[in-house]
C-alpha cells in the first residue's frame, strides 16, 4: 500500500521559507517520479516541481522558478520542496505525489499517488 504523507506547512510571513518534506513508502522509487502540486482556494490544482526519482533535471512552474527547489533523499525515501521569497499568493495546500517514471511531471493528471496535502500560507 502506497503512503505519502507530508509535513512542514504554516504560516510564514511574506520574503519568508519554508521546507515541506514528504515521507513515501509502498513504491519501487526507481520507477516513479515525484512532485509537488498545490491547490490554491477557489481554484483549480497546479503543478508546482517534479523530477524523476532517480535523478536529472527537475521541472518547475514558471510562478516558482528560481524561488522553489524540488530534492529528494533516496535513502530516507523523503522528497522535499525548499521554498523561499514566499508571497501572498503562494498560499495554499500543496500535495506531493508520485507517477510513473517517464510520465509528464508537468501534468497533474499523471500522478497515481497523492498525500493528504499540507497547508501553506504566506500573510502578514
Known amino acids: 500500500q502506497v503512503h505519502m504523507v507530508e509535513s512542514g506547512g504554516g504560516l510564514v510571513q511574506p520574503g519568508g521559507s519554508l521546507r515541506l518534506s514528504c515521507a513515501a513508502s509502498g513504491l519501487t522509487f526507481s520507477t516513479y517520479g515525484v512532485g509537488w502540486i498545490r491547490q490554491a482556494p477557489g481554484k483549480e490544482r497546479e503543478f508546482v516541481a517534479g523530477m524523476s526519482w532517480s535523478g536529472g533535471s527537475p521541472y518547475y512552474a514558471d510562478s516558482v522558478k ?8 533516496k535513502d530516507k525515501n523523503t522528497v522535499f520542496l525548499q521554498m523561499n521569497s514566499l508571497n501572498p499568493e503562494d498560499t495554499a495546500v500543496y500535495y506531493c505525489a508520485a507517477a510513473r517514471y517517464g510520465s509528464t511531471y508537468t501534468n497533474i493528471r499523471a ?14
Open 66 to 73: 528560481g524561488r522553489f527547489t524540488i530534492s529528494r533523499d
Open 111 to 124: 500522478y497515481e499517488y497523492w498525500g493528504q496535502g499540507t497547508q501553506v500560507t504566506v500573510s502578514s
